[in-house]
């Protein structure tokens, strides 16, 4: 099994401060992401990390199967969707999803809530972006 050699990274905190089907929350702007080329995202669940940096509480694993992220890639608006479980490395036998040094336009990228099971009002989904 081959990892990524982390060069940088940041811990992003989306909030769910409103929980119904069918909403997305964008992800706020991060200066330190601003044109970087992304290499790695994980997600983490309440198993991995109960309180964010931001004191919120960490969705669960079973809330993180009700969550949906797209991303959407620089200029090109090249998008790529995917399940917020798919990113826990847990789930996955330990390993980062990567990614091909992409400049990931984070304020156009968010998250959506496919349904409101195993979910709570303002807890927080985290993701780590590995990048160069």
Known sequence: MIQPIIEKTY?????????SAQTKTNFLYVPQLENVQ???VQTFSATDL?????GKTVVASA???ALTVTFVVGDTEEI???????LRS????????MFNNKTINITKSYVTIQTITGLN???????QFLYR
């Not at 811990?11 to 929980?19: D, P, R």
């Not at 109960?50 to 931001?54: D, G, I």
């Not at 847990?90 to 999803?97: E, H, P, S, W």
């Not at 009002?121 to 993701?127: A, I, K, M, Q, T």
């Open 38 to 40: 992304i290499y790695g």
């Open 50 to 54: 109960a309180v964010s940096p931001n």
């Open 11 to 19: 811990l992003v905190e989306v909030n769910l401060s409103t929980l």
């Open 80 to 86: 790529f969707l995917m399940p917020c479980a798919d």
């Open 63 to 65: 809330g993180l199967a």
């Open 90 to 97: 847990a789930n996955i036998a330990g390993f980062v999803r």
């Open 121 to 127: 009002l303002n807890e927080s989904v985290l993701f």
